[in-house]
């Protein structure tokens, strides 16, 4: 079964950092792009990030360009998302994505920035 | 990197068809040929209906169906079932390896 399983979601103040996992199963991750994408409570979605299958293309929505490092580990079947400088409008849910636009999509951590 | 643009809502009868339209500009949907189209009930994750513009995933009844004109697309429900009440969200290629949502649909069944 195709699985995509975020971790380290949780509580940041603002200018914390958070780092957001991602591990993937049932299918050969290092073949794929990958995303974050993100949903603020009661909002829409927004895509926040994109890494290429080797790593060697990424890239990142305006609003976290700067902030956000987005990277992998195709031998750990694994994504990562670092968040710096935590603003609260970062707060969300962040679900991994597979490809682009996303076919598989995690459940889901959720991020809350406050003081 | 601005958002595309779809109704705050549509509503329609069991069995009617609704049409869901999500505007871009040439430089995303009216650009590429990825479109994708995604349900997403109430503290569910996003499930994807439509890819590619038109194709649907096996597991999705024939009643949705994906269109493209210009720099808009499209999502109609044929048929419209109770469970098919839902937020429904598009998403496009905009070049460079970035992609841009649209800002949602509820689907409401009357």
């Known amino acids: 079964e195709v699985q995509l399983v975020e971790s380290g979601g949780g509580s940041g103040q603002p200018g914390g950092s958070l780092r957001l996992s991602c591990a993937a199963s049932?299918?050969?991750?290092?073949?794929?792009?990958m995303n974050w994408v993100r949903q603020a409570p009661g909002k829409g979605l927004e895509w926040v990030a994109y890494?290429?299958?080797?790593?060697?293309?990424?890239k990142y929505a305006d609003s976290v360009k700067g902030r956000f490092t987005i990277s992998r580990d195709n031998a750990r079947n694994s994504l990562y998302l670092q968040m710096n400088s935590l603003r609260a409008e970062d707060t969300a849910f962040y679900y991994c994505?597979?490809?682009?636009?996303?076919?598989?999509w995690g459940r889901g951590t959720l991020v809350t920035v406050s003081s | 990197q601005s958002a595309l643009t779809q109704p705050r809502s549509v509503s329609g009868s069991p069995g009617q068809s609704v049409t869901i339209s999500c505007t871009g500009t040439?430089?995303?949907?009216?650009?590429?040929?990825?479109v994708s189209w995604y349900q997403q009930h109430p503290g569910k994750t996003p499930k994807v209906m439509i890819y590619?513009?038109?194709k649907r995933p096996s597991a999705v009844p024939d009643r949705f169906s994906g269109s493209k004109s210009g720099n808009t697309a499209s999502l109609t429900i044929s048929g419209l079932q109770a469970e098919d009440e839902a937020d429904y969200y598009c998403?496009?290629?905009?070049?460079?390896?970035?992609?841009?949502f649209g800002t949602g649909t509820q689907v409401t069944v009357l």
């Open positions: 040439s430089s995303d949907v009216g650009g590429y040929s990825y």
């Open positions: 049932g299918f050969t991750f290092s073949n794929y792009e």
């Open positions: 590619d513009v038109t």
């Open positions: 890494i290429r299958k080797g790593g060697d293309s990424i």
């Open positions: 994505a597979r490809d682009g636009p996303p076919d598989v």
């Open positions: 998403c496009s290629y905009a070049g460079s390896y970035t992609y841009v």
